[in-house]
Structure formats: C-alpha cells, structure tokens
C-alpha cells in the first residue's frame, strides 16, 4: 500500500508514476492562463448553479413554501451525509487502488469537485475531482481510476437498492400519464441493460483486468496487487449507504406532504438510487436535470393522490434538486474551509522549519 500525505493529506511513496522530475517554474504567461481557466470554471460553476434555481423556481415556489423547515433541515443534513458516504467509497476505492487519502483531504477532492456537475456535460466534475486530487499529491492516474471503480461500483450499489422500486416504476411505465411514462420506459432499459454488467465487472478479477487494462492504455505501471473482495465491499457498502440517505432525503419531502410510510421510504430510495444513475446519461443536461425528476415523480405520485397527485410530486423533486443545490454549496464550502484552516496552521510550522533548517 502506498502511503499517501502531501500537504498534510496525500503523499505517495516512491512508486515510478508519483517519482515526477519537478517541474520547471511556470511562466508569467502560463501562470496567467491557469488562472483564467480557474476563474472560467468557477463562473460557469456559479452560473449553471444560479440557472438551475431560477429555472425551477417558478415550478417549485408553492411546494418549497409548503415544506415545514423542520423537513427542509432534517432533508439537506440527509443529503450531506450521503455525500460524506459517497467520498468515503472514493476514498476507500483510493486505498484498494494502493494509496492512502486522508479523510479531509478525500473530502475537499470530492465535494469542491462534485461542483462540477452543474456545468453542462456529465464528464466535467470527474475532470475537476482529478485536477483536485493531482493538486493533492495523487497520480492522475490513480485518482481517474479510483473515480471510475466508485462509481462503476457506485452503480452496482444503486441499481441494487433501484430493485425496491422496480414494481411501482414498471407500473408507471405502463400507464398512460405521458408526463412520466416515456422516462421511466426509458429508465428501466437502462437498468435491465446495465445491471447484469455491473455485477460481473464489480468480482475483484474481472475489475483487476479492467484496472490493469487502463494502466496499460495510459501508459502507468500496473497494480502490485489484485483488488480485493474487502476493498469492493467496503465501496459497495460506502455507496449503498449513500444513496439510502439520498433516499431518505426524498422521503422526508414526501412525508412532509403526506405519510408514505416505510413502503414510500423503500421506494424513496430505489427510486432515487435508479434516477441519479439514469441521470448520469443525460450528458447535456447540468446534473440530469429533467431526467431525474421524471423517475421521482412516478415514484412519489401514487402516496399523492389525495395531496396534488402529479403536480405535487414533480414539485417535491424540484424541491429535492434545490436542496441538493444548498447542500453541494454547504459541503464544498466547509471542505474548502477546512482546507484554508489546515493551511494556516501548516505555515508557521513550514517557516520554522524553514529558518532552523
């Protein structure tokens, strides 16, 4: 296992890919367009955020107003604590990869990186989580690949839990509301396609050769050691965990409009689980906006009838993707606060080291 702690979270040992020859100072000119792709980033970030809002502003207004603030609190610390379980598969991908993240620093690598999402195009908060965890003192390769296994195994985990809701999903998708029928059709095509291929690439062996394989392909040292049925599970475990909480996010939503019960919390997190995978191929779209919210809405729209019917639960899924919003700001931020602090308290150390030395 290679240990990893550069800057006080991620260091790697003398492994040929993390043993780089530094790098020349940046130039003037180089140092300049860094920064503008940086501040290019962080302005289309703020601005797929803000658009997000006002868009579903208008549909959500009387739902979000309806919400006891009770539910709201109890629904974005479920949403946060999900997210915190969703890092540690990363980070417990990260150690099976052999290397070792801190928790702050898997933290900060994952919920700033997460951000990413809001800017159209599926691909750019894995691209951000890697950029993250090279700044961290992680091989670009071995944060790609820990990035791909958890969420390859993160799938795994979430079409698992999507079983609790199939029976009510393939009821909606063969009714005649054409307000959701057609997504969900869609939906479950994708999880009947994807579920038996996640299984198998998720046995240790065949996930080893896959891993092995995308060394070769980028041009990285294979693995000393095989993955590891522990290490798979303990993914698996992170990422089940994750989506249970984003289920119960939903479900206290839900509650709070009427009272689903423990059928509507099961089928909460089955639905949740399927919709944010079926929301990953939605590329174009910041997040999976729309697609998710048609998963949901055919989930919640039976519990209600008597509250609003449809309207009411595309309302609570509007209503979930806010919160999601509020919570992707909250956790980014105190990871990055967390991260300055650290920071501040390395300095004086490093100058005394510095002026003993």
Excluded at 17 to 46: F, M, Q
Excluded at 97 to 124: D, N, T
Excluded at 221 to 238: D, N
Aim: charged share 15%; aromatic share 6%; proline share 5%.
């Amino acid at each position: 296992m290679v240990q990893t702690v550069t800057r006080k979270d991620v260091v790697t040992s003398g492994a040929p890919e993390s043993t780089d020859v530094p790098a020349a100072p940046a130039g003037p000119l180089k140092r300049w367009l860094s920064l503008g792709v940086r501040v290019a980033v962080v302005v289309a970030i703020a601005a797929g955020m803000v658009w997000s809002v006002v868009d579903q502003w208008p549909q959500v207004r009387s739902t979000w107003l309806g919400l006891a603030w009770q539910s709201v609190v109890l629904s974005v610390l479920a949403a946060l604590a999900g997210m915190v379980a969703n890092t540690m598969a990363w980070r417990a991908a990260v150690r099976d990869l052999e290397h070792r993240v801190s928790v702050p620093a898997a933290l900060r690598i994952c919920l700033v990186g997460q951000l990413g999402k809001y800017i159209p195009g599926s691909v750019w908060a894995y691209v951000l989580q890697v950029e993250l965890s090279r700044r961290a003192g992680l091989p670009r390769a071995r944060a790609f690949l820990a990035t791909l296994v958890s969420l390859g195994l993160g799938v795994t985990a979430a079409l698992g839990l999507g079983l609790l809701s199939l029976p009510a999903l393939r009821d909606a998708a063969g009714g005649g509301d054409s307000t959701y029928a057609d997504s969900v059709r869609v939906a479950l095509w994708i999880v009947a396609v994807l579920f038996p291929v996640a299984l198998v690439c998720a046995v240790p062996r065949v996930l080893t050769a896959l891993v092995q394989l995308a060394l070769r392909v980028l041009r990285r040292p294979p693995l000393e050691h095989r993955l590891t049925w522990p290490g798979v599970s303990r993914v698996v475990g992170w990422s089940a965990l994750g989506y249970a909480l984003f289920g119960v996010h939903l479900w206290l939503l839900a509650n709070a409009q009427a009272t689903p019960g423990m059928e509507g919390l099961l089928r909460s997190v089955g639905s949740f689980a399927i919709a944010m995978t079926v929301g990953m191929f939605a590329f174009l779209s910041p997040s999976g906006l729309g697609v998710r919210e048609a998963v949901l809405v055919a989930a919640l729209a039976p519990f209600l009838e008597g509250n609003g019917g449809v309207g009411a639960a595309m309302g609570i899924a509007l209503a979930s993707r806010l919160i999601f919003t509020i919570a992707d700001v909250l956790a980014a931020g105190l990871a990055a606060l967390s991260g300055v602090r650290q920071l501040r308290r390395a300095a004086p150390a490093e100058a005394a080291t510095t002026s003993a030395g």
